[in-house]
């Protein structure tokens, strides 16, 4: 390495160190600022920790003074922005972290002062609003990874959600409309596979049209048939939560992870099996090869071609998974545009993740959490307008692509044709 090289290296860390530092410092005054000084003095928030309903055994609720609390996230938050500037923490994943949850937490106290808040209700929430964001995450790292951009995963979980709802609801059988609403996410996935595999047609190109087709088609039958016929195509039901005996009962973690529907224990299931799949077998090998360096990949006797059809097709099936999450899964019914640009929300969580199973299942459950935020500020009727609740699922979506995207590295190859 040069000596202009380290000197610029230097540099680069230098002014990568003042601005975290200069961040959390001004997060640190803005919490005391928005926060401390309208937090009233020795009102006290409490934190629920406890589910009506659940099967899990009952624990006291947690809490805290309003008012101190608040000022000490405020004093975390400057007492490591100021550490930052002088001795400079390494991990930047620290820093977010810090930052994130002196944020919530001070957020949470203010928003509660005085009141109760369900704390345990509000993990559950965000982990089954995260549900469908993880799985079209799931299915952009198992396409991306073949170096295949799948961005029609809108238009595939539009499509297959109203294929399960009206399956279900005709054969009277969820896991038919289940399976139905798989199949139609691998097809649309393998007719996209063929287009720009095949006939090496734009990408990106090809999965907008995928997206433009399948709002377009899934409200023309939306509104032509299914607002007519409500009971006999509209109208499956949802499948039953599913107690786990033993686990459903452990204090907090038992009503948010082992008390929930299949589609959701399905999604856990698929980032643990995805990840040891990509990292720990021949398989993820060939997978990541193939989205790195086709070319050496083809010299090592792996068919690059089948691998991207493979992965976009499997991909395709988890967003149709996913699709099935919003109907049979969630409501029961069909909406027009109901999946709410959840699927370009799973590829921000995919990027987030860094192209990892499990990177991209814990960035969905920070989108989850804000959507689910939303819902329970409006609650407390905290007094912010309910329209810039809405938005918080997608300002955290802008602001974490902001912060991430420059420095997330795709798979060498991820967009790129190949070519023998």
């Given amino acids: 390495m040069t000596t202009t090289t380290m000197e610029l290296s230097t540099s680069a860390e230098k002014r990568k160190r003042i601005s975290y530092g200069m961040t959390l410092l001004v997060a640190g005054l803005l919490i005391y600022l928005l926060f401390g000084l309208t937090t009233q003095a020795g009102v006290s928030t409490t934190f629920g920790l406890n589910l009506a309903g659940s099967q899990a055994i009952e624990v006291s609720d947690f809490v805290v003074p309003a008012q101190l609390t608040v000022n000490l996230m405020a004093a975390i938050a400057a007492f490591a922005g100021a550490y930052q500037l002088a001795k400079g923490i390494r991990s930047t994943g620290w820093l977010i972290g810090i930052l994130a949850v002196t944020f919530v937490i001070a957020f949470l106290t203010w928003a509660a002062q005085d009141k109760s808040f369900n704390l345990t209700g509000m993990l559950g929430s965000s982990l089954v609003r995260a549900t469908p964001i ?71 190109v090809s999965g907008v049209a995928i997206n433009i087709f399948g ?34 009962k452990i204090p907090i973690l038992g009503p948010v992870l082992f008390e929930n529907n299949i589609v959701i224990y399905l999604m856990i299931l698929l980032v643990v099996v995805m990840h040891i799949m990509l990292f720990y077998t021949p398989w993820g090998l ?35 998974l996913g699709g ?29 993740g860094k192209w990892n199973p499990i990177g991209a299942f814990t960035s969905s459950l920070i989108f989850g959490f804000a959507d689910s935020l939303q819902v329970k500020l409006q609650i407390l009727r905290v007094p912010i307008p309910s329209e810039f609740l809405l938005m918080a699922p997608y300002i955290v979506t802008m ?22």
């Fill in 286 to 320: 060939r997978t990541r090869a193939v989205g790195e360096h086709p070319k050496a990949a083809d010299t090592l006797g792996i068919n690059v071609y089948l691998v991207r059809y493979v992965n976009v097709i499997l991909g395709g099936m988890i967003a149709g």
């Fill in 215 to 248: 709002t377009g088609f899934t409200s023309f039958i939306s509104s032509r048939f299914l607002q007519k016929a409500t009971d006999t195509l509209n109208n499956s039901g949802t499948f039953p939560i599913i107690s786990i005996p033993g686990l459903s």
């Fill in 399 to 420: 602001i974490i692509l902001t912060g991430v995207v420059g420095r997330a590295i795709p798979p060498a190859a991820d967009g790129q044709p190949y070519e023998k």
């Fill in 134 to 204: 993880a799985l079209a995450a799931l299915c952009g790292v198992i396409s991306e990874r073949s170096a295949v951009i799948n961005i029609g995963i809108e238009g595939i979980m539009l499509m297959s959600a109203q294929t399960a709802v009206v399956t279900a609801t005709v054969s009277g059988n969820l896991y038919v409309g289940l399976i139905a609403a798989i199949l139609v996410g691998a097809l649309v996935a393998a007719f996209h596979a063929y287009l720009v595999i095949r006939f090496k047609v734009d990408q990106v």
């Fill in 324 to 352: 099935a999450y919003f109907t049979i899964g969630s409501v029961g019914r069909f909406d027009e545009i109901m999946t709410a640009g959840k699927g370009f929300i799973g590829l921000a969580a995919m990027i987030f």
